[in-house]
């Protein structure tokens, strides 16, 4: 198709077809062999669909089709920071496509299909968000939030599961990028390179990181280091080493970071 002059006369349906097929391939893939491997073979059909939708001659014609949302959630909780890393990447570049498609003056109106499917993108984005920048994993109440489809009555169960494993830890704030099982690495890496940087500290962090420690931390003469900074920092640090999926999707969907990204 982007060898194409004209794309009036393509069967542009397909794509939505081919898409739609593969969604149900990589359902069943994530039941079959849930390895890393193979979610990283699933992120390069999506990857490949995602460039493709970032041609805007090509957006004109072919209509969004967006992953399945059971497999963003698997996805989204699994063992590899790469994982995550390309999935949040992905999603940011699908995100650019609907703001391309919908932003005025809009280069064409939506198909029914289309707008059945913009409030499960809008609440893979918002859930993302809630787990990883805004501790709030799990949660309904804003706008789209679809709890990470996981069902009410197992919430409590995983509260007392955590309780019993750290009482300071809560669900809400278990998957953002101090706590999570693929982050937290990172994130501690990027203190420990600021306090390495640093002449005279007293203390160094323990970790993992929250608003409550940084302050604490300051008064017993370690980093003067704001939350925000903190997490603004960690953002960069995981550019840096190659995770820029991360980051760009919390650039792309978090307003308040725009000014700290320029």
């Not at 949040?88 to 280069?107: D, F, Q």
């Not at 993992?208 to 920092?233: C, D, F, H, I, M």
Request: aromatic share 8%; with cysteine; hydrophobic share 40%.
């Amino acid at each position: 198709m982007r060898g194409q002059a004209q794309l009036d006369s393509l069967p542009e349906g397909s794509i939505h077809d081919l898409i739609s097929h593969v969604n149900s391939l990589a359902m069943t893939l994530t039941q079959t062999s849930a390895t890393v491997s193979t979610y990283l073979t699933i992120l390069d059909f999506y990857q490949c669909c995602a460039t493709l939708f970032s041609q805007r001659q090509i957006l004109q014609h072919v209509e969004l089709t967006i992953p399945p949302a059971l497999l963003i959630y698997i996805l989204q909780f699994s063992s590899s920071i790469s994982v995550l890393a390309r999935l949040c990447g992905i999603l940011a570049e699908y995100k650019r496509s609907w703001e391309a498609v919908m932003t005025p003056p809009a280069m064409r109106p939506l198909t029914r299909r289309e707008r059945e499917q913009i409030n499960t993108f809008n609440g893979f984005l918002m859930d993302l968000c809630n787990c990883l920048w805004r501790g709030r994993a799990f949660g309904k109440s804003d706008a789209n939030a679809q709890g990470c489809r996981i069902p009410r009555s197992l919430q409590p169960v995983l509260e007392d599961y955590l309780r019993g494993v750290d009482s300071d830890l809560t669900l809400a704030t278990a998957f953002g990028l101090s706590h999570s099982p693929v982050l937290c690495m990172q994130a501690i890496a990027y203190v420990r390179e600021l306090e390495d940087e640093q002449t005279g500290i007293r203390a160094r962090h323990g970790g993992p990181v929250t608003q409550a420690s940084l302050a604490q931390l300051a008064t017993r003469g370690g980093l003067q280091l704001t939350w925000q900074e903190y997490r603004v920092g960690v953002l960069q640090h995981l550019e840096k080493n190659g995770f820029e999926g991360v980051p760009a999707l919390m650039y792309n969907t978090m307003k308040n970071l725009t000014k700290a990204k320029r």
